[in-house]
């Protein structure tokens, strides 16, 4: 769905995409894995439009409408967590389809309780579950996650992955999921590219369905 | 808790007993009520005045000016300062000009003024010239400083312009309007006491300040001095109340 043909970009001196190639599958889950600084977050903005290339080409096989969950939720602090996300919808759907929307959503996301709770009210956790809701209720095709479980604690980390994965499975999307941490990887993706070096290179590439055993995925990632 | 608040209070009362009390010594040790009254001499030239209902008029003449200046330089320089806070274009276009008026000496303004206005409407202009640079300025700091990643997400999710000035820029830019209104209008108290000194209208504080100076009135001179500062604080917490009910 998303194809990158040698794409290319530099900020000032540094290299950090030269002919770069790569592809995301159409609503299945690509993970970019790879150490910090390797030009993953690069990669993501390109994907998303937020940064421009130098060269090469980002094709996009069908009218993208992208969401985003930011490694920082990124809400909008003065307002509470209902309107952070009908902030987003206004655009998109009439007033009484918002209300259910956003109801089901929170509601999804375990946030009932709080939907009048103002982001600076809320636990790193709870304000990373809004952004995933605003994320998932955003009718988009693509969704990029930024290492969004990045801080979290081991029990909130799994609790926010298995979030992701129902909701993913309710609202199946192309994702292109960035992380640097082996469980997360192994335990969402579908597809994994794992990335070295400056520019960012593809060392390797796995294709976790066709594993039985995870653990072999794991040996593969922890060299 | 209370007995902290209590305290500081407490606190606060034995500093000014303090510097009141410098202000004996010297004008014992100066001995000339004409270059330095004493706060007792002040004091009573204060009770004198609020026995008089010109007094409470010219108070409250004087405080309109203060206000419409004041009021009139929020407008202005929170509509403008959002034009060139969003747009580089305007705001290149008005920086010189603004950049002339905060330089430009208060009495120039002045002196101007009393030539252009009727002699009540003088202040009220020289306190919007004044106070007017500081709201703009303030304003399109508060735009500037916009989270970039929240404009990022604005895009993300194609939030179209209007709605991203409503909705971001807006209320980023708050906590620096606050701060800019409550310098303003500390400033406007000051300026409009010397606008009014030298248009002179006809109930105005500062055509007291002038009387007191001709005619060697130097504890009334005190005394109004004292009344602009308590007006000034006065206001300066008004304000600060109604603005926290403002996002921060």
Request: a neutral charge; charged letters at 20%; glycine letters at 4%.
């Amino acid at each position: 769905m998303i194809e990158f043909i040698n794409v290319s970009k530099k900020f000032n001196d540094l290299k950090v995409l030269n002919n770069f190639n790569i592809r995301f599958e159409k609503d299945k889950i690509t993970c970019l894995f790879g150490p910090s600084g390797v030009g993953k977050t690069t990669i993501a903005n390109i994907a998303a439009n937020l940064t421009e290339i130098d060269n090469g080409e980002v094709k996009v096989t069908e009218n993208a409408v992208y969401s985003f969950v930011f490694q920082e939720p990124r809400l909008l602090e003065w307002y509470s967590v209902y309107d952070n996300i009908d902030f987003v919808l206004k655009n998109v759907y009439n007033s009484d389809k918002r209300v259910n929307i956003i109801k089901d959503y929170i509601d999804m996301v375990e946030l009932k309780d709080f939907e009048s709770y103002k982001p600076k009210e809320l636990s790193g956790g709870m304000a990373q579950r809004v952004s995933l809701a605003r994320a998932f209720a955003y009718p988009s095709n693509v969704l990029i996650l930024d290492e969004p479980f990045k801080g979290l604690d081991m029990k909130l980390k799994r609790e926010m992955i298995s979030l992701f994965k129902k909701l993913w499975n309710e609202s199946k999307r192309t994702v292109l999921f960035i992380t640097h941490d082996v469980d997360e990887a192994v335990t969402l993706s579908d597809f994994i590219y794992i990335l070295n070096e400056k520019p960012a290179k593809i060392i390797d590439y796995i294709n976790i369905l066709e594993y039985n055993d995870v653990s072999e995925v794991k040996y593969r990632l922890d060299i | 808790m209370k007995g902290s608040i209590l305290q500081s209070k407490y606190n606060k009362i034995l500093i000014a007993l303090f510097w009141i009390f410098v202000w004996e010594i010297f004008s014992l040790i100066i001995d000339q009520e004409i270059y330095l009254p004493s706060p007792i001499t002040t004091f009573y030239a204060l009770i004198d005045m609020l026995k008089t209902t010109d007094t409470y008029i010219t108070i409250l003449y004087s405080t309109y000016r203060t206000v419409a200046g004041f009021l009139i330089s929020c407008g202005a320089g929170i509509v403008l300062g959002y034009f060139c806070g969003i747009n580089k274009l305007v705001y290149d276009l008005f920086n010189p000009l603004i950049g002339i008026i905060r330089t430009i000496p208060v009495m120039s303004i002045i002196i101007i003024a009393i030539m252009w206005f009727k002699d009540t409407n003088v202040p009220i202009f020289v306190a919007f010239l004044m106070c007017f640079p500081i709201i703009w300025t303030n304003t399109i700091s508060g735009i500037k400083s916009t989270d970039v990643k929240l404009l990022q997400m604005c895009k993300v999710y194609n939030i179209n312009r209007l709605r991203i000035i409503k909705s971001v820029y807006f209320y980023s830019s708050i906590p620096y309007i606050k701060a800019g209104m409550i310098s303003a209008l500390g400033l406007g108290w000051k300026v409009t006491s010397a606008a009014e000194v030298l248009s002179l209208p006809k109930y105005s504080i500062g055509r007291f300040l002038y009387d007191s100076k001709v005619y060697l009135e130097i504890p009334d001179l005190f005394a109004w001095t004292f009344i602009i500062i308590m007006l000034s604080i006065l206001f300066e917490k008004l304000l600060k109340i109604f603005l926290r009910g403002l996002y921060d």
